[in-house]
């Protein structure tokens, strides 16, 4: 049962992705012959490897991670608080920090890491790229030998299924069907490419990225038939 998890030991997550260039033209050509190999099925007859590359921050071998917003709830003597950070710069900087997180405050066996499509996307995500740089996988994210009950991870797509497997929710949907206030969003994950890249305003990504955050804790509170958050619980840390 959710709700006899304490709201302190899960972390809230949320992942924001792009191309590992801004160009396809920039890629060493055995990079590009992998890219081709690797989305021949994903693209239709129309879409050249060069078109569709503006979509490679999906991958995790043909992507990086430029921002990671997280969230934790406190109690005080208000209330409950919501705490929203983020992580960005070099990537290697920013996943060693957030690795440091995790092992420091979010490392014991009762805590847990929640995220919308997180098993699918933002787990196994971090993961890869922290190998790929060389960084040594906190126990958060290590899935060798564990069972699945072991897996510390909770995912809010998966617990709106219901064990409907075939099931695909977005976030934003079920936060619409829940009640869950829907913030003003000026952009989506189809621009964040874009937004990095050519406009080159990762605070607009920050935005964006602690946003879903706040959402996914508040599905997460609706899933458990408990209040949501205040805006004045709501704090940037």
């Given at each position: 049962m959710i709700s006899r998890i304490p709201l302190g030991d899960i972390l809230?997550?949320?992942?924001?992705?792009?191309?590992?260039?801004?160009?396809?033209g920039m890629l060493p050509e055995?990079?590009?012959e992998l890219?081709?190999?690797?989305?021949?099925?994903?693209?239709?007859?129309?879409?050249?490897?060069?078109?569709?590359?503006?979509?490679?921050?999906?991958?995790?071998?043909?992507?990086?991670?430029?921002?990671?917003?997280?969230?934790?709830?406190?109690?005080?003597?208000?209330?409950?608080?919501?705490?929203?950070?983020?992580?960005?710069?070099?990537?290697?900087?920013?996943?060693?920090?957030?690795?440091?997180l995790l092992e420091s405050h979010f490392g014991g066996r009762q805590h847990l890491l929640c995220a919308h499509n997180g098993k699918e996307f933002d787990f196994p995500y971090l993961a890869r790229r922290m190998i790929i740089l060389?960084?040594?996988?906190?126990?958060?994210?290590?899935?060798?030998g564990k069972k699945p009950w072991e897996?510390?991870?909770?995912?809010?797509?998966?617990?709106?299924?219901?064990?409907?497997?075939?099931?695909y929710t977005s976030l934003k949907l079920l936060a619409h069907?829940?009640?869950?206030?829907?913030?003003?969003e000026d952009i989506d994950g189809s621009?964040?490419?874009?937004?990095y890249y050519e406009e080159k305003d990762l605070e607009r990504i920050v935005e964006y990225c602690e946003r879903d955050v706040v959402t996914v804790a508040q599905v997460f509170l609706r899933l458990r038939n408990?209040?949501?958050?205040?805006?004045?619980?709501?704090?940037?840390?």
């Open positions: 809230f997550l949320d992942i924001e992705t792009v191309p590992l260039a801004s160009d396809f055995e990079a590009q890219w081709a190999l690797k989305t021949q099925y994903q693209r239709k007859e129309e879409y050249t490897p060069e078109a569709f590359y503006e979509r490679a921050g999906i991958w995790a071998e043909f992507g990086k991670i430029v921002c990671i917003s997280v969230g934790f709830f406190l109690h005080t003597q208000d209330g409950r608080t919501f705490r929203v950070r983020s992580f960005t710069g070099e990537e290697k900087t920013l996943l060693v920090e957030f690795s440091a060389g960084i040594e996988l906190p126990q958060k994210l290590s899935m060798f897996i510390p991870h909770l995912d809010t797509m998966e617990l709106w299924r219901f064990g409907d497997f075939k099931h069907v829940l009640g869950v206030p829907s913030p003003k621009m964040v490419r874009d937004v408990e209040g949501l958050l205040r805006e004045d619980q709501i704090v940037n840390v």
